[in-house]
């Protein structure tokens, strides 16, 4: 019987938080979400210039439209030199126009918008399916869960419809301006002389709008991440009497989200109705311009008209930017948390490296110690796993046995020593790319929702039905042959629908469906009653010796041990 070596131990610097912080509004911070947007929109552009064009040729067709309307009106009152009729024409034509783009639009934002949306979710995904799994996640799941759906929402709206629409706003105000001036000068200057004093309250509004939308955002976080968490453990809840204690969680998270709500719009409110005070001076002030102007002939009814409409296309696109204000700034948030979620590293990526004639595992020195640093896990362990064995790890809870198998599963990384794959060729150390050679069933119930035929499949997509009958008899599933619906049967979130045994039983031959020559069992068969037990051991101990597969077993049940050759027994360490 070995023993580890328990005399070294080893302390892994603890990871400091990478992430920006919410907090900061640095030019180099903001620099940093900008340059993010805009690698991020690299899968969003095609929806992001269809917008835009859209938009450019609907700031065009209106100001064609106030340019046909007051040939139309000069024509009509006989101060103008341009056919009724034509005007007329051209009026048509210009509001057919706008309906055919307004109706392109719709559907841009259906179909393309969907696309966008799903495009951002999938990368963010992908990137946290494939970053280094540490053990101890940074976010919540229901936190995650809303960051990917609605921070990822937010930020391909901003970037595929409020950016373009910011853009044809712009070009709006200055194609107006340039318009307006072409007919009056001053009274354009007098129209635009509240856009600094625009232009510095913003500021203001933008600092208070990010910092209330950041508490609102994170507040909708907790509220998912609770709801999550309590459907998921809803039969522990019950049965600890704390269903209603949870309703109160709830009830006072969202009585936090109504209160942040109420101060946000409360804000938002004020501003525009100081915003819409001043709008409204700019337009009495242009149509007792006109009027004066009118009566005392020195313009038509047509450019009476024409100045209202104009001092319109200017006023809307102010008004518009209360609008595009909190989108952006909901935006700006939303980057800053879908950030924190990339800041994970990604593991190392590279060609599997296969052992197709049987691998053995190598410890030499290992020693780990979690980020928190609070206790070593192992030090100094030494121990050679021989291609073909079966080994028994035993030792009491926190003495690092689960640990031990995700080093080598490469999941997590000796702080000191190294683990290697082995056989008589070659010799490597356990990485993403040895994944391929091992076979893992973990501890409790890990199947997924679907039928039991999809959960098979997840460890072997290319598994005939055969090879699934022959796995699940090994593995003494048997039974799902006699449900209703036989491999097709449906399993509920977390495998409900079947008792623990039976989630194990399938778990432990979707496994065996790998083609890894390394097995690691890691109290894969606690829920079974003995004599299933003994039976599926036995199995699985034949199945390995005609494989030459190497298999190491974590278990505390003594009647594991007749079928290991050798026994590792791992010490709790105190410091």
């Given at each position: ?82 056919s009724l009729l034509m005007a007329c024409v051209l009026l048509i034509v210009l509001s057919l126009g706008r309906i055919a783009m307004a109706f392109a ?471």
């Amino acid at each position: 019987m070995l023993h580890s070596d328990t005399h070294r131990s080893c302390q892994c610097p603890t990871t400091s938080n990478p992430n920006p912080a919410l907090e900061s509004t640095s030019p180099k911070h903001i620099k940093n979400m900008l340059l993010w947007l805009w690698r991020t929109s690299r899968g969003l552009r095609l929806k992001t210039i269809v917008n835009t064009g859209i938009g450019l040729t609907m700031v065009g067709l209106d100001f064609a439209f106030i340019w046909a309307t007051k040939m139309a009106i000069d024509a009509a009152t006989g101060q103008g030199a341009h056919s009724l009729l034509m005007a007329c024409v051209l009026l048509i034509v210009l509001s057919l126009g706008r309906i055919a783009m307004a109706f392109a639009r719709k559907w841009s934002n259906a179909l393309l918008g969907v696309k966008s949306q799903n495009r951002m979710q999938r990368r963010t995904f992908s990137r946290l399916m494939h970053s280094v799994w540490t053990g101890k996640e940074q976010f919540h799941s229901g936190d995650v869960m809303n960051r990917l759906v609605r921070d990822a929402a937010e930020i391909t709206t901003v970037i595929t419809d409020t950016l373009p629409a910011a853009l044809c706003v712009t070009v709006r105000v200055a194609v107006a301006f340039m318009y307006l001036c072409y007919f009056d000068a001053r009274l354009a200057i007098l129209v635009i002389a509240s856009a600094p004093l625009f232009i510095l309250l913003s500021r203001l509004y933008i600092r208070t709008m990010r910092r209330l939308t950041r508490d609102m955002r994170n507040t909708d976080s907790r509220i998912q991440s609770l709801l999550q968490e309590s459907l998921q453990h809803r039969m522990v809840l019950k049965t600890l009497e704390q269903s209603d204690g949870m309703v109160k969680r709830l009830t006072e998270e969202q009585d936090r989200l109504y209160g942040q709500v109420k101060r946000r719009t409360t804000f938002s409110a004020f501003n525009e109705l100081c915003l819409n005070f001043g709008f409204t001076a700019g337009y009495m002030l242009t149509f007792i311009w006109g009027v004066y102007r009118l009566d005392a002939g020195t313009i038509t009814y047509g450019t009476m008209i024409a100045f209202i409409q104009l001092v319109g296309q200017i006023q809307g696109p102010f008004r518009e930017m209360t609008r595009f204000v909190p989108a952006i700034i909901g935006a700006l948030t939303s980057t800053e948390r879908m950030m924190q979620l990339e800041d994970t590293p990604m593991e190392e990526e590279g060609m599997p490296i296969a052992f197709p004639h049987g691998a053995g595992i190598r410890l030499t020195n290992v020693a780990y110690t979690y980020a928190d640093g609070h206790r070593s896990i192992l030090g100094g362990l030494s121990y050679d796993f021989a291609p073909g064995s079966a080994t028994a790890i035993l030792g009491e809870t926190g003495a690092g046995k689960t640990t031990l198998i995700r080093l080598i599963l490469a999941l997590l990384k000796p702080c000191h020593g190294t683990v290697e794959l082995y056989d008589e060729n070659t010799c490597v150390k356990a990485s993403p790319s040895t994944r391929c050679n091992l076979v893992y069933v973990p501890q409790g119930n890990t199947l997924l929702c679907g039928s039991i035929r999809y959960n098979l499949l997840l460890g072997n997509p290319d598994a005939t039905p055969q090879e699934m009958e022959d796995v699940l008899r090994m593995a003494c599933a048997d039974f799902v042959f006699s449900l209703p619906h036989s491999i097709d049967s449906e399993c509920g979130e977390g495998g409900s629908g079947l008792s623990e045994g039976q989630a194990q039983r399938i778990a432990i031959a979707r496994a065996l469906l790998r083609h890894g020559n390394i097995l690691l069992l890691d109290e894969a068969t606690s829920a079974l009653d003995v004599e299933t037990e003994q039976r599926l051991i036995r199995n699985i101990s034949a199945r390995a010796k005609e494989r030459r597969q190497t298999v190491l077993f974590i278990t505390h049940r003594p009647s594991v041990l007749d079928y290991c050759e050798n026994i590792l027994r791992l010490d709790r360490r105190e410091k």
